[in-house]
């Protein structure tokens, strides 16, 4: 996926992911399983994503942060579908952003199109969906790790194979 800004007339990338499957078994074999943000693609790759965050922000006025998804087959992108919204994955560039996205989200939809900065050096940020092996029920008490996202809420109930959490990490390689 690609994360860009946008004014309404011009956008600026804020990052590239390669977003990831999880085991959906048969009847849901491509189900969202996360996605590890820095990744960088060929130049010709990049610059097809470029032209096509150009070519929807100029045609469709797009404001604030936005994301489109695509396939890579063969070294060529192809298209998948627009968020035209801040995608899940923009928690992924939190360290090139030490005021916030939502800040620059809103400044972009008001006109102001940001220059981001760069991620921090040498670390890469991952986040995977975890969903529920069996129907669970939330304890009222349950405590859960400062790295998780999303959580359900207490006394609930999440079905199976429904999302029970995202999981937030970094390191030095995509490993």
């Known amino acids: 996926s690609v994360l860009f800004v946008a004014d309404g007339r011009r956008h600026v990338a804020i990052g590239f992911n390669r977003l990831l499957i999880a085991d959906g078994g ?4 491509y189900l969202y399983g996360g996605a590890l943000g820095q990744a960088e693609p060929q130049a010709a790759v990049r610059q097809t994503l ?9 045609r469709l006025g797009l404001r604030g ?3 489109i998804d695509f396939l890579l087959h063969q070294g060529r ?9 801040p995608p899940a994955s923009l ?7 030490p005021e916030g996205w939502i800040d620059r989200h809103v400044r972009a939809c008001r006109g102001a ?6 991620p921090a050096p040498g670390r890469v940020w991952g986040q995977r969906v975890v ?25 609930s109930r999440v079905s199976r194979g429904a999302p029970l959490c995202t999981v ?3 390191a030095a390689e995509p490993a």
Request: proline share 14%; with cysteine.
């Open 26 to 29: 048969a009847e849901r074999p």
């Open 50 to 58: 470029e032209a096509w965050c150009a070519a929807l922000t100029e």
């Open 65 to 67: 942060i936005n994301g």
């Open 77 to 85: 992108p192809w298209f998948l579908e627009l968020n035209a919204r």
């Open 91 to 97: 928690s992924l560039s939190e360290s090139s952003c």
């Open 113 to 118: 199109l940001p220059t981001p900065a760069a």
């Open 131 to 155: 969903y529920a092996p069996r129907d669970l029920d939330i304890p009222p008490d349950r405590c859960w790790p400062h790295d998780c996202r999303d959580l359900p809420a207490a006394g």
């Open 168 to 170: 937030l990490a970094d």
